[in-house]
């Protein structure tokens, strides 16, 4: 009895401590719209002391955007930039999530976002057709910082494209502050031509499979945190960067060339760790860094992976203006010697003859069988059934079957635009996928074998032909 009455006072004590830590214990009150960051800025901190529901808007976009100087590439973006609109919700709110894909895309997009628990991270409720707007929820349950992106098949290419971002779930009573904070996402980008052939690049699916991107960029672009847009801070000040890998391959060795990183929230969980040089981020993954500038200059952002820095431009900059302090640091900067490089890096000869050369039809059915799992099943799926309103059959194609050098020429170098296949019309876009001559012809003579289809056999000549004939 003593011992229950003297423990009350301490019980209810405690109760609101603990509400507090759970997050979710409060039912949600109230709604409001998110409030979305541009990157490389974040929404600011939120100062609610409840959990809320926070209606988010999330628009795809597919345009063409700079890569580096005169080179260009289509993006896939979530809200129109790479990467995608950063997020910021607290622990235990309800979230409305809409994903709009306007009528003028040319593909079915969905969504996957880490910090959600429930199948798919809410790809399996979100897929979307151009034209179309699809809604679902969540409870934001684990504080953290957490990669979402793109599901919808072929995957890797979708995340390829742009298809990337973040979402920040703040525990109650939120992240220390701090005086600045960026947002910033590594990601790959595998174009057809090498690093720097200029003009409108075209997706590589090969080349992405074997994980070979010419470029590795910070927010989506060479230099999109160089020069006029380099991230800036002042000498003294607190700097917490929220930094993700959209991948999707590599994984990044993340530093900042001439500062420590105070404290780094690995993995961004919970779990921190101090005075870390490099930290390293998976694909998917994210990490919070923070840590006070001591001394003015250019700081540079980089994959410590160093020929993605200076020749594939994973390469940013954070210009600290303010008093020297010359015990700290004597005062020469390094500044002007790890620029990156310009566009004209040297090339390596890139072949694909070491495949093997099949030397009957049995052969080329067999070799071609394989090449169309590994890079046509994702889009014309593994039955050659297609996706209605997305990729046209190849099974008992009618197009396939009416011109062999048409279809020659489609998978030499993709094709977009409207077509009618078995009477319904498809108008989206086939990826050049850099195959050699005798892959091409493989891949048709194994397509053109299966599925009803007329049983054409397709030579590496006939393909080298239409590809002389520029057709
Ligand atoms: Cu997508």
Redesign the pocket.
């Given at each position: 009895m003593v011992r229950a009455t003297r423990l009350r006072p301490f019980l209810l004590f405690l109760l609101p401590l603990l509400a507090a830590a759970c997050g979710g214990s409060a039912p949600p009150s109230g709604e409001e719209d998110a409030v979305l960051g541009v990157p490389p800025q974040v929404p600011p901190p939120i100062t609610r002391d409840h959990p809320t529901r926070v209606i988010v808007h999330l628009e795809?976009k597919e345009l063409v955007q700079r890569l580096t100087d005169g080179v260009e590439y289509r993006f896939?973006t979530f809200g129109g930039q790479v990467p995608g609109r950063f997020i910021r919700v607290r622990q235990g709110d309800l979230v409305e999530f809409h994903l709009d894909n306007p009528p003028d895309s040319k593909?079915p997009?969905?969504i996957d976002l880490h910090a959600v628990n429930g199948p798919g991270g809410g790809a399996t409720s979100s897929l979307t057709v151009p034209g179309r707007t699809s809604t679902f929820s969540f409870t934001a349950l684990n504080p953290g910082l957490y990669v979402y992106h793109?599901a919808?098949a072929p995957v890797g290419m979708?995340i390829a494209n742009g298809?990337y971002g973040m979402i920040l779930v703040e525990p109650p009573g939120g992240l220390p502050p701090v005086d600045r904070e960026y947002y910033v996402m590594q990601g790959e980008v595998y174009t057809a031509g090498d690093y720097g052939d200029p003009g409108l690049q075209q997706f590589d699916m090969a080349k992405a499979i074997d994980e070979r991107p010419p470029y590795v960029v910070f927010n989506g672009a060479v230099g999109a945190l160089s020069g006029d847009h380099a991230l800036t801070a002042k000498v003294g000040e607190t700097v917490r960067l929220f930094v993700g890998n959209g991948g999707p391959n590599l994984a990044s060795s993340f530093h900042l060339i001439g500062e420590i990183m105070d404290t780094v929230h690995q993995e961004a969980g919970t779990a921190t760790s101090h005075n870390v040089q490099t930290t390293l981020i998976p694909p998917g993954g994210a990490a919070i860094v923070e840590f006070t500038i001591n001394t003015p200059g250019t700081y540079l952002l980089v994959d410590h992976a160093i020929f993605r820095a200076f020749n594939k431009g994973a390469l940013g900059e954070l210009v600290v203006t303010g008093p020297t302090d010359s015990a700290v640091y004597s005062g020469r900067t390094y500044e002007g010697i790890y620029r990156p490089e310009g566009s004209a890096v040297q090339t390596m000869p890139s072949t694909n003859d070491s495949a093997p050369r099949a030397r009957t039809t049995a052969e080329q059915v067999a070799f071609g069988q394989r090449l169309f799992e590994s890079t046509c099943a994702a889009c014309h799926q593994p039955d050659g059934k297609g996706l209605a309103g997305a990729f046209p059959p190849v099974a008992g194609s009618d197009f396939l079957n009416a011109d062999r050098d048409r279809a020659i020429a489609t998978v030499l170098h993709g094709r977009s635009g409207p077509i009618t296949v078995n009477g319904e019309v498809f108008d989206a876009v086939m990826p050049a996928l850099g195959l050699s001559d005798e892959q091409v012809a493989n891949v048709l003579t194994y397509v053109y074998s299966q599925w009803g289809n007329n049983g054409t056999v397709v030579r590496p000549a006939d393909v080298a032909a239409v590809r002389a004939r520029g057709q």
């Open positions: 795809v896939w593909m997009h969905n793109c919808t979708h298809m």
